[in-house]
């Protein structure tokens, strides 16, 4: 069965230091990874996938197949990251669409 | 655009009772999800919606049903409430064409079981 780690429940860092938010997951074959955000009394929103290989508000995550990681990092953080982290998962297969998240990640940035 | 719109915003309901839930999909989406997202918990899935047929299941019992109509919107139906459907119930829309399109996400609505 999928599965999706995120093992911080709350990262505390001070601006301008780096951040990263672990996630790891279990998964048979090959999923697609995403990075969703959620800013104070806003929607979910996606922050990044994995195939898009691409740096969002300057974040970005690699997957690493062998050891099944999808970090997020970010080198300098910024205030207006304080926000809740959710990694999520979306199979490859007849069950795309059927997202698996871990529990999220609340990250506080402190002047 | 106005996105995903749920409603209600906020429901309260005693244990026993039936609830619906409606959501309204992104122009151009043609697909719901819904998520049940307990407190300090990441959402889970619960099912999916294309077509007006229930595409994908989630392991929810089948007090938890739902429906899809021809304008793309949906509903989620739950019976019987338990305390412990107490959560936040979140709508998510994606264009079914073109697979791993990334779900965009509603407000939610927060069910409170008394």
């Known amino acids: 069965a999928q599965r999706v780690t995120q093992p911080e429940k709350l990262l505390s860092v001070f601006k301008g230091a780096p951040v990263e938010l672990k996630c790891n997951y279990s998964?048979?074959?090959?999923?697609?990874l995403f990075w969703y955000v959620q800013y104070s009394r806003q929607r979910l929103q996606l922050l990044l996938r994995?195939?898009s290989r691409e740096s969002i508000k300057g974040f970005t995550a690699d997957l690493n197949k062998g050891e099944t990681s999808f970090h997020l990092k970010k080198p300098f953080a910024q205030e207006e990251d304080s926000a809740m982290y959710y990694c999520?998962?979306?199979?490859?297969?007849?069950?795309?669409?059927?997202?698996?998240f871990g529990a999220g990640t609340q990250v506080v940035v402190t002047p | 655009d106005a996105g995903v719109t749920q409603s209600p915003t906020h429901l309260i309901k005693t244990r026993g009772q039936q609830v619906t839930l409606r959501c309204s999909p992104k122009?151009?989406?043609?697909?719901v999800s819904w998520y049940q997202q307990a407190l300090g918990q990441g959402p889970q899935f619960i099912f999916q919606?294309?077509?007006?047929?229930?595409?994908q299941r989630g392991n929810f019992p089948d007090r938890f049903s739902g429906h899809q109509f021809p304008n793309y919107s949906s509903e989620l139906n739950v019976n019987a409430l338990l305390l412990g459907d107490s959560a936040l119930y979140l709508c998510?829309?994606?264009?079914?064409?073109?697979?791993?399109?990334?779900?965009?996400f509603g407000d939610g609505t927060r069910l409170s079981i008394l």
């Open positions: 998510a829309s994606s264009p079914w064409a073109g697979a791993n399109q990334p779900q965009h």
């Open positions: 998964y048979s074959g090959s999923p697609e």
């Open positions: 994995h195939i």
């Open positions: 999520a998962l979306n199979p490859r297969t007849d069950s795309w669409g059927k997202l698996q």
């Open positions: 122009s151009g989406h043609d697909t």
């Open positions: 919606y294309y077509e007006e047929e229930e595409r």
